[in-house]
Every structure is written in structure tokens, then in C-alpha cells.
């Protein structure tokens, strides 16, 4: 039995929604990349970085841990898996998105839930973009990553202007 809940009035009901925040990092021991492989059905290699963005929207069977503390009862992704042959996924409900504090733009971010901004604001790379866009004009940060993830570079600059990358705060 698929528990429902009703949300806003006029739009019916709607399955909960569950999530689990990971660091991105894709270090053995770190918790991100055993979730991943158990995820994908595979193990990943030492060298491999997945494309997380292809798993969105995709179906797994989760292991979902209650717990409870101080009166309430709350509800932890511990683990995911494949689904079995022949299992069949409902159709998505929610939206598929992702949020990149790097690349979102200012008014998509602004709209999301208070709990997230409050986290997104409180991390290092939120102070990073913002400094960066206060000193490039907030549009030639791209896709720009704390710690070194590709090639792709930091500043995407289309102008004649020099920019001197020494100032750029990252």
C-alpha cells in the first residue's frame, strides 16, 4: 500500500517525497559512491566518476530505515538497489530537477524551500558564487566546482575584456 499525503488544495494527492544529501565526493569510503553502486547494480572503478545528472528520474528500489527520536519518527534512505526483472516503476510525480549552486540561476534558487536555502547559504560554495558574481557581472561563473572535477573551466568569457584570474575568489 503506497501511503499518499495531500498537499496543496485543488492539486489531489500525491505520493511523500524522501530524500538523502551526499558530500560530492566519489571516494571509496565516503558514503556517496556505495549508494551509487548500489543504485547502478554495479561497482564503479577508482577512476570512474558517474553522470549523476543520467540517473535522475531513474527506478530503484530503496532501503528506507525508521527511526525515532524524541517523539517523532523519521524516515532514512539507507541504501538503493535495482528493480528486479519484471518490476515496473509508477510514472514520475515530482518533478526531476537539479539545483547547481554554481549554475542555477538567482531566481530558481531563491524559489526553493526555506530548510535548502538556509543549507545552501550556509556552504562555502554559495559564498564562492557569490563573490564571483558580484565580481564578473553573474553571468561567466560556469559550472564551477570547489575541487577539481574536469577540464571544463571556471569562467566562461566571451568579452574582449582581460580578466585576471588571480582576483577570481576560488
Known amino acids: 500500500m503506497q501511503r499518499k499525503k495531500e498537499f496543496k488544495e485543488g492539486e489531489g494527492e500525491k505520493p511523500f517525497s ?11 569510503k565516503g558514503n556517496l559512491r556505495p549508494f551509487i553502486d548500489g543504485f547502478t547494480g554495479t561497482k564503479m572503478y577508482d577512476d570512474e566518476w558517474p553522470d549523476l545528472e543520467a540517473l535522475l528520474g531513474e527506478a530503484c528500489l530503496l532501503n528506507v ?3 525515532e527520536k524524541d517523539g517523532n519518527t523519521y524516515a532514512n534512505i539507507q541504501g538503493a538497489s ?40 550556509s556552504s562555502e560554495e554559495f559564498e564562492n558564487r557569490k563573490r564571483a558574481d558580484e565580481m564578473l557581472g553573474g553571468e561567466k561563473v560556469k559550472s564551477f566546482r570547489p575541487k577539481a572535477v574536469g577540464t571544463e ?7 574582449s ?5 588571480d582576483d577570481v575568489p576560488f
Not at 20 to 25: C, D, N, P, W
Not at 90 to 106: A, F, G, H, Q
Open 18 to 28: 524522501i530524500s538523502r544529501e551526499f558530500t560530492y565526493s566519489f571516494g571509496p
Open 65 to 67: 530505515v525508521h527511526t
Open 82 to 121: 535495482p528493480l528486479p526483472k519484471g518490476m515496473v516503476a509508477p510514472d514520475l510525480v515530482n518533478e526531476k530537477r537539479t539545483i547547481d549552486i554554481n549554475s542555477t540561476p538567482w531566481d530558481e534558487i531563491n524559489a526553493l524551500p526555506d530548510f535548502i536555502l538556509k543549507k545552501m547559504y
Open 153 to 159: 573551466p571556471a569562467i566562461n568569457d566571451d568579452s
Open 161 to 165: 575584456e582581460n580578466i585576471n584570474l
